[in-house]
């Protein structure tokens, strides 16, 4: 247990030192702000205060964001406080899932390695949900390798269940561990195929439940109902399915985002996949191959008690969850880091089994747990490591080589000198890492998006103004866009109008706006941007912006704006 300890200790010290210094996402705080004045607002997820919005994801991660806010107060600590938790209960998840296969040794390594994972220590401390998906995923993961025989079909059904809530924080990016998660409950489950077959249907169902019960509950109840941020005519399931589903994987790539096998190890700006990943990824697949190998020729075998064929289910399980999550995120059109956590669990499952797995194998094996050392002493400067860790890693390297030579000399110490081994080899695997974790929790990094963001004495200044000239008019202001207007959201939790929508999808006409101007309901647009042009000097202004620049006076100066043209006072 003082492995898991220490590993528990080293992500939680990861995940919450200087904790303040991390940004927040105005988007998703707007919707919380937005989400705990009603309870109307509350169910729909509603991006903005009077409801004419909702945000693009399901609102189960929001609701622990909102009940976070409700019990310790509205702040940065606040919004993210649901992740970080998530974070830290996935360490002892994962280590208790590994182990049920492979023993305490390989979940310790696999805590570890997970503990310092820069990627997800980026995303814990971030107020974006990917690392809940990720904790209810490996939470799927355990459900099936801990029940006991006789109940494990049960317990399939249920990680069906969860997975499914999984499904519905993060949608698409959670289906990138169901393929596995299946492998893993077929390995278990010790049953004729059709049994199996009639199992694994049922957690379809218990899926597909999971999954759908809010969206299907949102889209039937009576009333007004939020326009679905991100569909193109406000329905939920275009929301879930379309903008979420299929256009994420044809989303087109950005110079920093270009496809590819060697994405994910390519350390430059803005992304940095290299050193969010790259080390620990090269490690995991080496170990995964060496091990899968091996584990390949005795597939045909029949598992001689309940223990092998967990072994079989965790390993086949996480093998192919790290095969499929490095296949998507390396060829998907766009990738962010925090789309990343949709396989960095298996990431550390596969290293910290490999190198226990090699460890403990016969001495003609101790060859592939040197070319894990290998791998380990150069990933650092392949995917852009700190220097001095690459060089202290590539010295630990050096040392379980030589570990593991003396226990392939001396058969009577060979497995004393072998655990040495595997121990300095997966200290080199984990040190570049480290201090890149290190790194980041110091310099108060998060994976949040800035946009919509604005300075404070500009956010008090624009504030200020709208305040006291409102009167009687319902809305704040009509912003032309919900991230024009966010940070006043979180600022003043008031009723904001929004004109446009994903791709400048109109919401607002501008007879409609005009209709509103003249029922005094409106009264001040934020344009946000000076000028209405896109990509190479064309002309792209949407009709019911070019109405409220024909009729409003621009005031962005004395509302103490940088720049004329983005706020307007529209007369009645």
């Not at 256009?247 to 290299?274: E, I, K, M, Q, V």
């Not at 030579?405 to 480290?434: E, K, S």
Request: aromatic share 6%; proline share 6%; hydrophobic share 55%.
């Amino acid at each position: 247990m003082a492995g898991l300890a220490g590993a528990c200790a080293i992500g939680v010290a990861l995940r919450v030192a200087n904790f303040a210094a991390v940004p927040t996402t105005p988007f998703y705080d707007a919707a919380i702000r937005s989400m705990g004045l009603s309870l109307h607002n509350l169910f729909y997820g509603a991006l903005d205060p009077g409801g004419q919005l909702s945000a693009d994801k399901p609102p189960l991660d929001l609701w622990l964001q909102v009940a976070s806010t409700k019990v310790i107060g509205f702040s940065s600590e606040a919004l993210r406080l649901p992740q970080v938790l998530a974070g830290i209960v996935a360490i002892p998840l994962l280590y208790d899932v590994v182990r049920r296969g492979f023993g305490r040794g390989a979940g310790v390594a696999a805590a570890l390695a997970f503990a310092v994972l820069p990627a997800t220590v980026l995303t814990s401390r971030s107020d974006t949900m990917d690392t809940v998906m990720a904790t209810l995923l490996v939470l799927a993961a355990w459900l099936i390798v801990r029940a006991a025989p006789e109940r494990r079909a049960r317990a399939v059904v249920a990680a069906g269940a969860v997975a499914g809530l999984a499904f519905e924080v993060k949608l698409t990016e959670a289906t990138v561990a169901l393929p596995a998660l299946a492998m893993m409950a077929w390995i278990a489950l010790d049953a004729p195929k059709d049994d199996k077959a009639r199992t694994l249907a049922y957690a379809g169902v218990a899926f597909v439940a999971a999954a759908a019960w809010w969206a299907v509950i949102a889209s039937l109840l009576p009333g007004r109902h939020p326009f679905a941020y991100g569909s193109s005519d406000g329905s939920i399931w275009k929301d879930i399915l379309i903008y979420n589903g299929v256009s994420r994987l044809g989303n087109p790539p950005t110079s920093a985002t270009t496809p590819g096998l060697l994405r994910l190890f390519d350390a430059s700006a803005p992304r940095h996949f290299g050193k969010l990943i790259g080390t620990e990824l090269l490690c995991a697949l080496a170990a995964a191959v060496l091990v899968g190998t091996r584990a390949w020729r005795r597939r045909r075998t029949p598992p001689a008690d309940d223990l092998e064929r967990l072994r079989r289910a965790v390993g086949w399980g996480f093998g192919a969850w790290l095969i499929l999550g490095f296949l998507v995120a390396s060829f998907m059109g766009r990738q962010w880091p925090r789309y990343l956590e949709a396989f960095t669990p298996a990431v550390a499952a596969a290293l910290g089994i490999g190198v226990a797995a090699l460890a403990a194998a016969g001495t003609r094996v101790l060859a592939a747990l040197c070319a894990i050392a290998v791998v380990a002493a150069i990933a650092g400067p392949l995917t852009g490591g700190d220097a001095r860790a690459s060089a202290v890693a590539a010295a630990f390297a050096g040392i379980a080589v030589l570990a593991i030579a003396a226990a392939a000399a001396l058969p009577a110490r060979r497995q004393t000198l072998a655990a040495a081994g595997a121990t300095i080899v997966l200290a080199a695997a984990l040190t570049v890492p480290l201090a890149t974790s290190i790194q980041l929790v110091r310099a108060g990094d998060g994976d949040g998006e800035p946009t919509g963001t604005l300075p404070a004495t500009q956010l008090d200044r624009l504030s200020g103004y709208l305040r006291a000239h409102q009167g009687g008019a319902r809305y704040e202001v009509a912003g032309a866009r919900i991230f024009n207007t966010v940070a006043l959201i979180v600022k003043d939790a008031r009723p904001v109008q929004t004109l446009m929508s994903v791709g400048d999808r109109p919401l607002l006409s501008a007879a409609e706006l005009a209709r509103e101007t003249r029922a005094g309901t409106v009264r001040y647009v934020l344009i946000g941007t000076p000028k209405c042009v896109r990509e190479g000097g064309i002309a792209s202004c949407p009709p019911v912006l070019r109405w409220a620049r024909a009729h409003g006076t621009d005031v962005s100066s004395a509302a103490g704006l940088p720049h004329p043209g983005t706020l307007y006072r529209l007369a009645p």
